[in-house]
């Protein structure tokens, strides 16, 4: 099996930190990944993305013009990167920065208010790992094991205390998630 994904949002909402942690998931399961972020020269506020391949068999490129599943966090990726969804393919948006919801039929369309739930959280720095989620309950790339796994493995011992928290938003992503008809 083999899933291409791009995320796409504003700087500052863990767009890159999302795809980083999926690719290492992915790498603690035994799959073959890519992980190929892009951004501006802003910091935070700017557009970043990022390409994420993983794969049970070798990758050829980590170019890709098609994505299997979109997730989309403001209005100008929804705009960029709808068009770009393989007939089928998923697109996932947070309900809080898209103005103008998507519009193609072809397409399986999930919204996930993530950031509302953040809020709920008291905790605006666990939206990425609410959204990812949401990813993992419709497109289950890599196993909730797997992610907890890299999670250990990639962050810094003294953020490991974290690492229930994030297991908790994810648990939270999973269950707020909502398909469009």
Not at 10 to 33: C, H, N, P, T
Request: a neutral charge.
């Amino acid at each position: 099996m083999k899933t291409e994904l791009i995320i796409s949002g504003f700087g500052g909402q863990g767009v890159l930190s999302m795809g980083k942690i999926l690719a290492y998931s992915g790498m603690m399961e035994d799959k073959e990944v890519t992980w190929m972020p892009a951004y501006g020269p802003e910091q935070r506020g700017g557009t970043a993305n990022v390409t994420v391949i993983v794969s049970d068999k070798r990758i050829s490129s980590p170019i890709l013009s098609k994505y299997d599943v979109a997730i989309v966090l403001n209005q100008p990726s929804l705009d960029k990167f709808e068009d770009m969804i393989k007939p089928e393919g998923i697109l996932i948006y947070d309900g809080f920065g898209i103005v103008n919801p998507p519009t193609r039929k072809d397409i399986h369309v999930y919204r996930i208010d993530a950031m509302d739930k953040a809020a709920e959280m008291k905790n605006p720095k666990v939206f990425n790992m609410i959204v990812l989620g949401g990813l993992l309950k419709v497109c289950p790339v890599v196993s909730t094991e797997g992610l907890n796994k890299a999670l250990h493995k990639s962050l810094p011992e003294r953020h490991h205390q974290l690492i229930p928290l994030n297991m908790q938003a994810v648990a939270a992503g999973m269950e707020i998630i909502n398909e469009e008809k």
